[in-house]
């Protein structure tokens, strides 16, 4: 699940695509991150590289504040 925007979220777990929906985190290890784009009434979100992603790496992007608060209490 992403905000997107106050009120706005994506799940890509119910859209079957998207290949984003594979990129993981790892803190210490985030090699991109989210972009969002407004334009038109459509929200876009994209996953840019932060640094140079050599072949066969794994994709890594930071999840938010609220996955680290999460994840680190349970």
Avoid: C, Q
């Amino acid at each position: 699940m992403l905000e997107v925007k106050k009120d706005l979220y994506i799940d890509a777990r119910d859209t079957n695509s998207g290949l984003g929906r594979f990129v993981n985190t790892k803190r210490g290890h985030n090699n991109t991150k989210f972009s969002v784009s407004h334009r038109n009434g459509i929200s876009t979100v994209w996953i840019k590289a932060t640094r140079r992603i050599p072949p066969d790496t794994e994709i890594f992007v930071p999840y938010g504040l609220g996955y680290e608060i999460v994840t680190h209490h349970n």
